[in-house]
Each structure stands twice: as structure tokens, then as C-alpha cells.
């Protein structure tokens, strides 16, 4: 056991991956480097046994945002782990992104840990790399054409995820391997109607995944497949913006502009960023059509139209003064006066009416929601909630999931 515990040792310092042996039925693992994740291999190991894999059919996962972890089955209880690695670069602040909701978020700390000491692979290199580990564990070859991938891009499981934007039509037959248009048209187009509520850039990094809807499967490449469901959805999405008002010009040009980058992307392209600059370029157009049709002057629709789009940020008013190239009396003076209440009001009210919809359409923690917003900390969160809705953060999603079920 040491002598192949040495050599799986030499191979991670030659292919710079994590390693990791589990134990499923303790829960004991030998990781390497010595940076356990426990959270992350016991949900490795519930995917690759529900999904009704074996021995002989190893298994590579493709979690968001293109994060490749390989498992593959020694024994009944006893898995090989290899991951989590990269294709390509990402910054920490969207790789935090990733882990919000995930049901191995506890490990975010190790999980980041072991990228950063990670070189990038690609799925051949893991496939190699997941052979040649089981080799060394078993004195076994492991078919490498035998490996499956699996590519969530396609999947059938609606996840909780923005149901308040790409809300599933729960299908009564079996065939569920297509979205339902008309449910999606309509969550958008109330979304975007909303009046001076738009949709957030971080709140879409977070939780924009419609690759975790239902969509038909158009092409067995990953690539291709990931290309058609950003059209799909970009187009859904700048329908309904124009639907709901929104100036039909300004939409095509940035929809033109974005699909072209999309369709030029590379192999095993991370997609959601172009989500993200897609909603925030309409977000940006629908928040200056919103202050301005409310009359206010340019300064002040400056200042709300900002806030709106970085209301997840810390936001105060000398940050505001600079953004709007004024003193901050001027403007905190010019803001009560145009909109009724004072900037700091404006940005709580904001931020609070926004944290409802994470209440009710995610699965994130109280205390994630506020860190999320940039409130001090979670009890400051809850004292202003209850002072705006008359409860706690938990008893709202309570109540309103009891008042209807559909949300839960």
C-alpha cells in the first residue's frame, strides 16, 4: 500500500492534479496534497452512483464553471478521485461565483486551494491521467474508451436555480428534452417589466445556468450544444426585453455583437460569462430607460441607474459622488429631492427588495444571501428586513413557500 501511495505521490507531482482515495462508507479519504474535500467526494461519488456507473465505467464530471473532477470504482466502498482541474484560467472572484448554492460549498476554501496548485488539463489529459492512477492502484488497465463524460449542458433536471428567470414547464410525459418557450417568455418579460428592477450581473453570474435546464440536445458536441443553448436563450431573452419596451436597436446590437463572440469561442469555452455580459449590457439599457422615463435629471439617473446595477457591491456616497463627478452634499441634496428619500435608504430598499427573490428562488443560506448583498453581516441584513416586511429573511421564504407551493 506505501509503495503505491509513493507512486500515486510521483504522478501527482508530475501531472500537478489532486488525488484523492474515498472510502464511501466511512467517509475516510487520503488525499493529495493533503487538502480534503469532503463535501466535494461525497457528491462526486452520489453522482456517479446514481447515475448507475460501475467499475468498468469510469466517470469524468463537468461541473460549471468547465471544472473537470475524473472518479473512477475500486472496490464496493472505494473510489478514485482525481480533481477538481481547469481548462482554462478563471479569476477568483468568478470562481467564487460557482460555489454559491453548491452542496459542497463548505469546501470552497479547499476546493480553490487545490485549483490554484493545479495545472489546466484537458479532458484527454485527465482521461490519461485517470488511467494511469487506476493502474497504479489496481495492476489494472482501464479502458480509456470507456470513460464517459458527463456534460450537464444537456441535462434534464431542472435546478432551482433563477426560476424567477428560466422557470422549467414541468412536463406531464416522459419526454422532457425540451424547454418550454412560452413558460421561459413569460418569466423574462415579467422580469423586464418590473419597473426600476433589472436584472443583477452578479446575481446572473451566480445563478445563471440554463444549461441545467431542459433543452433539446441539437448536437452531441459540447461545444456546439453550449453555442445553440446560449442562442436559444439570448434570443429568448432579447425578444422579451424588446417586448417589454425596451429599445429594439439597442437590443440587436448587443445581441449581434455577443453571439458573434460566442460562435468564435474556443474549445470547452466557459459560456457563462457571455451570459453575463449580455444581461448586464440590457440591464444598463433598461435601467436608463427606466430613469428616464421617471423625469429625473441626467445626474440623478447617473446615480440610481448605477446603483441598480451594482447593488450587490458596497456602495456609499462618496463612491456615488465620483461616479456622478460631483460633491457628495450636492448629490445627496439633488437625490432626496428628485427621488424621496435619502441614498442610503435608496440602496437598502434595493438591495432588500432584490434579496426577496434569492429567498424564494434559491437555495441559499440567510447568511450567503446578505454576504452576497455586501451587508455588514447577517444580523444587520435581518434587522433591516424586518423592518421593511414586518419578518425575518427565513420566515418570509417560509410563509410565501407555504402560501405557494410552487415556489418551493
Keep these: 500500500m506505501s509503495h503505491r501511495l509513493q507512486l500515486l505521490e510521483s504522478l501527482q507531482s508530475t501531472i500537478n492534479i489532486p488525488f484523492c482515495i474515498y472510502n464511501s462508507h466511512t467517509e475516510i479519504s487520503y488525499s493529495i496534497p493533503d487538502i480534503p474535500m469532503p463535501s466535494l467526494m461525497k457528491y462526486v461519488v452520489t453522482r456517479f452512483n446514481n447515475e448507475e456507473h460501475d467499475m468498468d465505467t469510469p466517470l469524468i464530471i463537468i461541473e460549471e464553471p468547465s471544472i473537470f473532477i475524473a472518479i473512477s470504482k475500486l472496490s464496493d466502498y472505494s473510489f478514485l478521485i482525481l480533481g477538481p482541474s481547469l481548462p482554462q484560467e478563471h479569476s477568483d472572484e468568478f470562481i467564487n461565483h460557482f460555489f454559491f448554492g453548491k452542496p459542497y460549498s463548505k469546501d470552497k476554501d479547499a476546493i480553490k486551494l487545490n485549483i490554484k496548485q493545479s495545472k489546466l488539463i484537458s479532458i484527454e489529459e485527465l482521461k490519461n491521467a485517470l488511467c494511469l492512477a487506476y ?38 410525459h416522459d419526454d422532457k428534452d425540451y424547454s418550454s418557450p412560452e413558460s421561459i417568455n413569460n418569466n423574462l418579460y415579467s422580469y423586464f417589466a418590473m419597473d426600476g428592477i433589472p436584472v443583477m450581473e452578479d446575481l446572473f453570474k451566480k445563478f445563471s445556468e440554463p444549461n441545467q435546464y431542459s433543452f433539446t440536445k441539437m448536437s452531441l458536441d459540447h461545444d456546439r450544444q453550449t453555442k445553440y443553448v446560449f442562442m436559444v436563450v439570448a434570443n ?66 447617473n446615480c440610481v441607474s448605477y446603483i441598480n446595477s451594482h447593488v450587490q457591491k458596497k456602495l456609499n456616497l462618496s463612491v456615488l459622488s465620483e461616479i456622478c463627478n460631483v460633491s457628495e452634499r450636492w448629490l445627496s441634496k439633488c437625490f432626496r ?38 451587508f455588514s453581516n447577517q444580523s444587520y441584513y435581518s434587522k433591516l428586513f424586518k423592518e421593511k416586511y414586518s419578518c425575518t429573511p427565513l420566515e418570509y421564504r417560509n410563509n410565501k413557500k407555504i402560501d405557494n407551493p410552487a415556489h418551493t
Design 337 to 374: 429631492k428628485e427621488v424621496g428619500m435619502s441614498i442610503p435608504d435608496y440602496i437598502n430598499n434595493i438591495k432588500l427588495q432584490r434579496s426577496t427573490q434569492l429567498l424564494l428562488y434559491s437555495n441559499a443560506t440567510i447568511e450567503e444571501i446578505s454576504d452576497f448583498f455586501s
Design 135 to 172: 493502474f497504479i492502484n489496481t495492476a489494472k488497465e482501464l479502458d480509456k474508451s470507456n470513460i464517459l463524460v458527463d456534460e450537464i449542458i444537456a441535462s434534464n433536471e431542472p435546478l432551482d436555480n433563477l426560476q424567477s428567470l428560466l422557470e422549467v414547464n414541468h412536463l406531464e
Design 236 to 301: 429568448k431573452i432579447c425578444q422579451e426585453a424588446i417586448r417589454s419596451g425596451v429599445g429594439e436597436d439597442a437590443i440587436n446590437v448587443i445581441a449581434e455583437i455577443i453571439c458573434q463572440r460566442v460562435d468564435s469561442a474556443p474549445t470547452y469555452f466557459d459560456v457563462r460569462p457571455y451570459y453575463v455580459e449580455l444581461i448586464a449590457a440590457i440591464s444598463e439599457v433598461v435601467n436608463k430607460q427606466s430613469t428616464n422615463e421617471k423625469g429625473y435629471s441626467p445626474m440623478i439617473s
